[in-house]
């Protein structure tokens, strides 16, 4: 897999918000009804194409719980960008929205771009927290905002390309040192010619996929 | 914590391994101090305290040799090839001695050995923490207590050629190497310490790349097999971790002591003491051993596959497809994996068919196992009540599940969502037969559904994966009749777009048009069915179809030349109907049949009788039933136009029969004629009392039928009415042309009153003067033919009985004085010059001069012999002469009754002869 430059993602939010489902839904294009716990950190990689190059994605999936959080916690070094999750069903996972801030403020990098997902916009019916509210805590936070839905794949594609558009753009402008791999901003490697033609916009694979 | 763990299964089945020779519990290792174990190629190896070296084979044979005078301490066995590698000490210190044993290479009944080297790492003899050999048998990896990493290169096997040079200095003991090809070339060597993990890229100058602060204790390091890309596993109190070259993977939260990490086909055997969570002091076992557990985790599908304790578990082999654990009370379990069925059964007890199906996939189960999973799946869920991911499942059944079986179950109306859902996935695996499409239209007909409905139907462009005419009548009948319209267009199913566009919708224009379109023999046919009703629609446009389709029919969308008449290869073939097949249509509609009819006519004089029939039968008719005089009168001519028109192939009699039906006097009176029927004029005439007619058609066709002038007489002679005139010019005319006796004339005027003599005399008078006169010639004929006949008979007499003087004295031929020898004839007599006789005469008997003369006699009667007997000859002329009896006299005279033929020939001979 040849890619112009590697983005290290981080799914972080409260337990049952549909991180994995989400990760799921980008990696697989699927979606599992019933899913097991997340227990410690799971991986999955996707390429995908920005201004003509091709990214790899490579995303972390956290375990929510909070026995975890420890274990977790050493994940955030090393990202480009962090999706935070919350469910507009379930107003305690937006309320703990700041906690969840501050813990990747504080261990990761300054730059990392971070983006709001409120989780499961199918369920409009059992919805708790407005849109509205969402994007006020994004703005408060300057944050990017986005309402997604895993099981309908609403929004789930633009959530994690606006991310890397977001990452890719401050590349752009020199705001990351794409040297400094703690970053989580890795360049390709020096591939030949005849490997570069393979492999554009595959589907990355499942956890402990192919990392290099 | 138990809620934050992975679902725990028993997938294994554990058995204390028996001795097959005595059945007892293998424990023939009950005195071994062991140091060290290792397996693979069907053989588990253990090393001891004393430096022996036991090999358990498959039969639980246990061999054993010594190997090092004092200790032996690791020991690896290579999966590839049957080399043992073992480090002990021979000598007392700390001296640690590698030793590469080739297994197949006996020498003195031990392996032989064929490598001895000291690990040293620099000048200062550490004890070895960890070692560790490529597959390839070109690397050897030696870690040390001091945090050193000694890398031998070249060949393992031998001492010669091989080079070790230090890669890694550490501070704290190296608890794990492990070695990693990646790619094609790159090989890593991970080394794990106390307190870092580090991977080493050997290809490239030995770069060090440090994957994690922390270590790990010596046991918790081992490398995942393919399934889990050959990461290396290490385990942490906190969690277990994977590690690729360049950084950290992910993490699973096993929380607990581990004391040792294993791999087995995808599983990871860990050896723990759970410490924290039990509430009491560590269960002891026998022999006050602490108790430790071991647990095998599926890492791909996320559960526990076994979890059982064991006191003091001295070290986990996995050999021959199962897992044997070494416990401290030097006894071997083993651990048998179930076969897949069994693990799914237990699977499905626990309604866990996600599971289930994950697992079956990863340990590649066939198709047919994993359709009975969904199956299973479908039906708990179903049970369940949640019939939307009962048919998410079943539908991934289609293709082996009969689909019979959960239409059944979802036939309830209240289902018909699912149902539809499944049907559309059949339909999609074009799998569905009629039935299925038949009741999917039902299902969106009842839902009322037409979005989905359309979709079905419009935006099917790949191959027709369902019955399109089951789809076009279930449209119809639930009365979705543009659907079943546009399925009917696309698919060309002709009739049942008619059908539809006639019977429901009724658009006729539009049926019509679509009929314009079809190739010939479809429109054809399609027209014959729905003519009717399009004629009583939209008269005009069928009319107008009509025409095209039978004079010379192209589809409306084609273009007027095709390409092959351009090229002028080949012609195309004029298309055309038959116009009578279509006359019926135009039942009610007699005005556009006519107007149909006289285009076919005009274009096609050599159109069937039916057809001018037909049409004769419509002008006839609608003349009828004029009542304005000019366009009567106009109407008239046109029929009779069409009766004399030359083309017209119409059938004579039934024109006539319609005529007459209709009165039409002009077309009677033109079929007669042109039928020669003049007896039939005449009557016509006769019984219309047009006497005028009468003479005229008498007058005119006379000629071809004399008879019609007798019955002119009679009809006129038994007119009651006075009509003299008419009379008498019939008379003139039969008495010219001789057509009848006079007896007859007569006795026809003398059957009726009102022929008066009056009007006969004058032709009585002039008959009988005419025949007296005849009588008075013919007696004069006879008389002198009499006198004639008395001439001869006297002049032959006299020839017989009276001598002939020959007196002549010139010589008939040659006119000079008669010499001798001379000939003389009776005949005048006439007398020859013998010489001058026989140039002349053609033969000796006759008279040149009067042979002529003769032989025309001769012929004439020799003619008259010979024709009496072509008796047809005799009856046509018999027939054909004016006067019958004439003829009969003439062959009377020709001697037809004479019973002795006259041979003349003889008579001449024997009279002429004797004249000589």
Same mark, same amino acid.
């Given at each position: ?40 950190? +799971? ?96 703005? +408060? ?5 986005? +309402? ?32 400094? +791999? ?31 | ?50 430096? %022996? ?82 597959? %390839? ?57 106390? %307190? ?168 590649? /189960? ?82 009322? *559904? ?190 009779? *136009? ?46 219309? /009392? ?135 004839? /009776? ?41 009496? *007997? ?5 009856? %046509? ?27 003349? *020939? ?11």
């Amino acid at each position: 897999m040849s890619y112009a430059y590697l983005f290290k993602y981080i799914i972080i939010g409260d337990t049952g918000v549909g991180k994995s489902c989400l990760l799921l839904q980008f990696t697989d294009k699927r979606f599992q009804p019933v899913h097991d716990l997340t227990i410690g950190v +799971e991986f999955g990689a996707r390429m995908i194409t920005i201004d003509g190059k091709q990214i790899k994605l490579q995303i972390w999936d956290t375990a929510g719980q909070e026995s975890f959080r420890s274990i977790t916690r050493s994940y955030y070094r090393g990202a480009a960008g962090a999706l935070l999750v919350y469910d507009i069903t379930r107003r305690d996972t937006f309320n703990h929205l700041t906690t969840w801030l501050e813990d990747a403020r504080q261990h990761s990098n300054s730059n990392m771009v971070i983006m709001l997902i409120g989780n499961k916009s199918d369920l409009e019916a059992r919805r708790e927290v407005k849109k509205e509210e969402g994007e006020a805590f994004a703005r +408060e936070h300057g944050l990017i905002f986005m +309402e997604t839905s895993a099981k309908t794949a609403a929004n789930v594609e633009e959530a994690f390309i606006n991310t890397a558009k977001e990452i890719y753009q401050k590349i752009q402008d020199g705001v990351f040192d794409i040297n400094n +791999e703690a970053n989580g901003i890795k360049i390709g490697p020096q591939h030949s010619p005849a490997s570069q033609s393979l492999n554009v916009g595959g589907s990355g694979g499942n956890q402990g996929g192919n990392c290099c | 914590m138990a809620f934050l763990q992975w679902r725990r299964f028993n997938f294994f089945d554990k058995e204390p391994v028996k001795d097959p020779a005595t059945d007892q519990i293998f424990d023939q290792l009950k005195d071994v101090n062991v140091s060290a174990c290792t397996s693979g190629r069907g053989q588990l190896i253990v090393g001891d305290f004393e430096g %022996n070296l036991y090999f358990i084979n498959r039969q639980m044979e246990l061999t054993a040799f010594r190997a090092y005078e004092i200790r032996v301490t690791h020991l690896l066995q290579l999966k590839q090839h049957n080399l043992l590698i073992s480090i002990g000490e021979d000598e007392p210190g700390i001296n640690p001695l590698i030793k590469v044993w080739n297994l197949e290479k006996m020498e003195r009944g031990n392996p032989a050995c064929t490598r001895l080297t000291r690990a040293i790492p620099g000048n200062k003899p550490t004890p070895v923490s960890a070692f560790t050999v490529h597959e %390839n048998l070109n690397f050897m990896a030696v870690g040390f207590e001091n945090g050193i990493v000694l890398l031998y290169k070249g060949d393992v096997t031998r001492e010669r050629h091989s080079k070790s040079r230090i890669v890694y200095e550490g501070n704290k003991c190296v608890t794990g190497l492990a070695f990693k090809t990646q790619g094609k070339q790159d090989l890593f060597l991970f080394v794990v310490t106390e %307190n870092s993990t580090v991977a080493i890229n050997l290809t490239a100058k030995d770069q060090q790349t440090l994957l994690e602060n922390t270590g790990a204790s010596i046991g918790c390091i081992t490398m995942s097999d393919a399934s889990q890309d050959n990461q290396l596993v290490i385990g942490r109190q906190d969690a277990v971790y994977f590690y690729q070259p360049d950084g950290r993977g992910p993490c699973l939260a096993f929380e607990g002591l581990k004391l040792q990490l294993h791999w087995f086909r995808g599983y990871l055997i860990i050896v723990g003491r759970e410490s924290k969570t039990l509430p009491r002091a560590p269960v002891l076992g026998p022999h006050g051993m602490e108790m430790n557990t071991v647990t095998v985790y599926d890492i791909q599908n996320k559960f526990i596959a076994y979890s059982a304790p064991y006191p003091q578990v001295i070290d986990v082999l996995c050999e021959s497809g199962s897992i044997f654990i070494f416990t401290g009370d030097r006894k071997l379990y083993q651990l048998q994996e179930k076969d897949t069925q069994s693990k799914l059964e237990m699977l499905f007890k626990k309604n866990n068919y996600a599971l289930a199906i994950s697992l079956a996939k990863s340990q590649q /189960l066939d198709q047919d196992g994993l359709i009975d999973i969904f199956t299973q799946y479908g039906d708990h869920l179903y049970s369940k009540g949640d019939h939307d991911g009962a048919i998410d499942q079943y539908i991934k059944t289609i293709g082996k599940l009969e689909a019979s079986y959960v239409i059944r179950k979802f036939l309830d109306a209240q289902r018909i969502h699912n149902l539809t859902k499944y049907l559309q996935a059949l339909h999609m695996s074009q799998t569905a037969t009629e039935e299925h499409t038949t009741l999917l239209l039902n299902c969106y007909t009842k839902l009322k *559904d037409v979005s989905k409905l359309d979709e079905f139907i419009m935006t099917k462009n790949r191959a027709v994966d369902f019955d399109v005419e089951t789809a076009i009548n279930v449209c119809r009948q639930s009365g979705y009749c543009a659907h079943a319209l546009a399925l009917a267009e696309k698919h060309r199913k002709h009739e049942h777009y008619l059908k539809i566009q006639i019977e429901d919708i009724k658009d006729y224009q539009k049926a019509l048009q679509y009929i314009g379109k079809l190739d010939f023999e479809s429109a054809e046919s399609n027209l014959k069915q729905y003519g009717k009703v399009l004629m009583n629609e939209v008269p005009k446009q069928t009319t107008e179809l009509l025409k095209r389709l039978c004079t010379d029919y192209k589809p409306t969308d084609k273009p007027l030349i095709d390409q092959n008449s351009l090229d002028g290869t080949l012609p195309s073939k004029i298309q055309k109907a038959n116009a009578e097949e279509f006359i019926h249509i135009f039942v009610n509609n007699s005005s556009k049949l006519t107007e149909f009819l006289e285009h076919m006519i005009e274009v096609q004089p050599n159109s069937s009788n039916l057809v001018y029939n037909t049409l004769l039968e419509l002008y006839l008719h609608d003349m009828v039933h004029e009542k304005d005089i000019s366009t009567r009168v106009d109407r008239e001519r046109k029929t009779l *136009d069409l009766l004399k028109n030359p083309d017209a192939n119409y059938d004579i009699d039934q024109a006539l029969i319609l005529c007459q039906m209709n009165n039409f006097k002009a077309g009677i009176l033109y079929l007669y004629e042109k039928a020669h029927l003049y007896q039939q004029i005449l009557r016509y005439h006769m019984e219309h /009392l047009e006497h005028l007619h009468v003479i005229e058609t008498c007058k005119k066709f006379g000629q071809q039928d004399p008879q019609l002038w007798i019955q002119a007489l009679s009809y006129f002679a038994c007119k009651e009415e006075y009509c003299k005139s008419q009379l008498m010019e019939v008379l003139s005319h039969i008495d010219k042309k001789n057509l009848l006796p006079p007896l007859m004339v007569i006795q026809i005027l003398a059957h009726h009153s009102t022929a008066t003599l009056s009007v006969v005399k004058d032709y009585i008078v002039r008959h009988l003067q005419l025949e007296n006169d005849q009588i008075a010639e013919d007696e004069r004929l006879i008389k002198q033919y009499r006198e004639d006949t008395e001439k001869k008979r006297t002049k032959i007499e006299e020839l017989k009985t009276s001598a002939k003087v020959f007196q002549a004295s010139k010589c008939n031929i040659c006119s000079h004085s008669l010499e001798l020898p001379s000939v003389h004839f /009776l005949c005048e007599p006439h007398s020859y010059h013998q010489h001058c006789f026989e140039s002349y005469a053609e033969n000796d008997m006759e008279c040149p001069v009067c042979a002529p003369e003769n032989r025309k006699i001769m012929d004439i009667i020799r003619a008259q012999e010979q024709s009496k *007997d072509i008796h047809e000859f005799f009856h %046509n002329q018999l027939e054909r002469a004016p006067d019958g009896f004439s003829v009969v006299a003439d062959y009377f005279g020709r001697g037809v009754f004479n019973k002795v033929t006259l041979i003349t *020939d003889q008579h001449s001979k024997t009279s002429n002869a004797s004249t000589r």
